[in-house]
């Protein structure tokens, strides 16, 4: 089975501060995924990686930057945080290739930011 | 810019009451329409893909089909455990995976 683990479950931050949410996935998947989730915007795609080193704006980049050093390992990275980034977000990753495209999850990291 | 809209927004039913949720897009090169599960505080967990009009894909009580316009997921005699949000999300022409996700669907199913 895919396993997809994010670094923390419930984060609560101070507005200004420096804010690293990690993911790490366990299948040797090409790309990875970071998204953030909000009630009755759905799932809305921040950055993506398709490789160490590489990475995409996706949506909604604005006050976020990311990190991929080593392949199973994405870190999204808010570098002064607000109080409009209390949100839900979401790591996700898939082969990448010609393979499937399905992108599996991992549990999400609830952020409230005060 | 593609769109996925999902409807109805929340849907209610009792046990054993069968009912569909919608999932229509607008992308012209549909290569692939995803389902998911997602329960409250969870991350999505993956159920489905259908590539072509006409595909038909199966697990337990849920099923999903699609048309060139819009995908449906059909639950069958649901039970309380069935309770969760289901999203859908379409891949286009972008080569790198990307997914366009819906707002979700909120199902209930009360016992």
């Known amino acids: 089975d895919v396993k997809v683990t994010q670094s923390s479950r419930y984060l609560v931050k101070r507005t200004g501060e420096k804010v690293f949410l990690e993911c790490v996935q366990d299948m040797d998947h090409e790309n990875m995924f970071w998204y953030r989730q909000d009630p009755g915007l759905g799932l809305r795609l921040i950055y993506f990686?398709?490789?160490?080193?590489?990475?995409e704006k996706g949506d909604i980049p604005e006050g976020y930057s990311v990190s991929r050093e080593k392949k199973e390992r994405f870190s999204l990275i808010l570098e002064s945080a607000s109080t409009n980034q209390t949100s839900m977000y979401l790591c996700?990753?898939?082969?990448?290739?010609?393979?499937?495209?399905?992108?599996?999850f991992g549990p999400g990291t609830r952020l409230t930011v005060t | 810019e593609d769109q996925v809209t999902q409807s109805p927004e929340a849907l209610r039913l009792q046990e054993g009451e069968s009912s569909s949720l919608n999932c229509s897009y607008t992308v012209s090169g549909l290569r692939g329409l995803f389902w998911y599960r997602q329960d409250p505080g969870k991350g999505p967990e993956f159920l489905f893909t259908?590539?072509?009009a006409g595909e038909e894909k199966e697990k337990e009580r849920l099923k999903a089909t699609l048309t060139k316009k819009e995908s449906f997921l059909h639950i069958t005699a649901p039970k309380p455990e069935d309770s969760a949000t289901y999203l859908c999300?379409?891949?286009?022409?972008?080569?790198?995976?990307?997914?366009?996700f819906g707002a979700g669907t909120q199902v209930v199913v009360t016992p």
């Open positions: 996700a990753s898939n082969p990448g290739g010609r393979m499937t495209y399905e992108q599996y």
């Open positions: 999300a379409e891949r286009g022409t972008d080569s790198w995976g990307k997914l366009q």
């Open positions: 990686s398709y490789d160490v080193k590489m990475k």
């Open positions: 259908l590539y072509s």
